[in-house]
């Protein structure tokens, strides 16, 4: 790859600037595209952004700014968008700085401090080279800066009308994914959580063994009609199964996987929603978030229901004597009564009731078993 430096002005940068949100963001008189298909959103918080701006105004140097030069004469920004979108945005007059002690948008400047800003010099490097020479360059100038997250990175390999079609739809605060998948999904949508999800559910329900490979064989496709399509189709799913929503539960759960598996099952939703009331209610649940699929699948494993305490432990194998309630397995022709004797440690409290059945973690309920007897039981 060619790179050679090109020292340029904000005031070159950010003339015509134009953010026009799906079609893209430009400045330098429309030469220079800010966004292109393999960067990441806008994702500077409030104190990055002004930190660029007090920079700029300071007369500190930014960071060196790389660009890509096209074969038509144009540019693309290789790294520095978030820096370039600061203070585009800025001198667009979106935010408000602190200015010398004062509050000032940039209609407020003086003449003075325009000129200031507009004639800070930026150290810009273009780069000529391959479509793969670019990538190559663009994961290795942001190993330093803004952590990119996987998905990010894999935007950067994959990118093509696919991929523009998919984050229409699923990287957008606001977007359609968003506003149907909000209380379901974890992560934010600006960071490619929100695809990322989407893309390890239809991988998983076409067998792939990582979802890269499903943005390969799709990455030239026309649109992201499919993935669009099952996404709806899987949360609509979870809606119409479980009307009452409680965010706080639901949200993260391997919604993709839970419809690829009961999708087309008939439940009674009245009878799931009585019986997750009664679940939350139940002390012997410890982890709350596994009702969903608890009552899928029932699979206690994801309740983690409460054990017997040390306290309960105790009191249960006094009333025992220290004999597993297995008295027709271990058995001590020494002991008077003909049953063994175990220390403590070497048994473990079981429900006599089984969970599953009704019965609750409480000494009356308790029984010891040695270890052996106890691993041989299998229901809750």
Known sequence: MDIT??????????????DDGEGGVFGLGGKLNIRPPYQREFVYKEEKR??????IFDGFPLNVFYWVENDDGKFEILD????????SQFAAGHFSMNIDGNLKNFSNLTQDEKDRFYDY????????????????????INIAGEKLTDQELLNATYYGPWLNHAKQIFSRTGGPAWGLGEPYLKGQPIRQDFLETALKWISGRDGFNHHKAYMAEHQHDPNANELWSYFRAALHWVEDTFPNTRVTLM???PWGTLYDTYGKETFDTD????????????DDVVRKKG???YVLDRDPKHLNIRAFSADQRRAIFERQGGRCA???KCKDPANADGKKVFALGDMDADHIVPWSKGGKTDAANGQMLCVSCNRSKGDL
């Open 5 to 18: 430096p090109h020292p340029i002005t904000i005031r070159e940068v950010v003339e015509n600037y134009v």
């Open 50 to 55: 002004n930190a660029v701006i007090d920079t």
């Open 80 to 87: 520095g968008q978030q820096r370039t979108i600061s203070f």
């Open 121 to 140: 010099e930026l150290l810009v490097y273009r780069c000529k080279g391959t479509d793969s020479e670019k990538l190559s360059w663009f994961r290795t």
């Open 251 to 253: 949200r993260g759960l």
């Open 271 to 282: 009878a799931l929603e009585a019986e997750i009331s009664a679940l939350i209610q139940d």
């Open 291 to 293: 009702i969903y699929q």
């Open 326 to 328: 297995n008295g027709t």
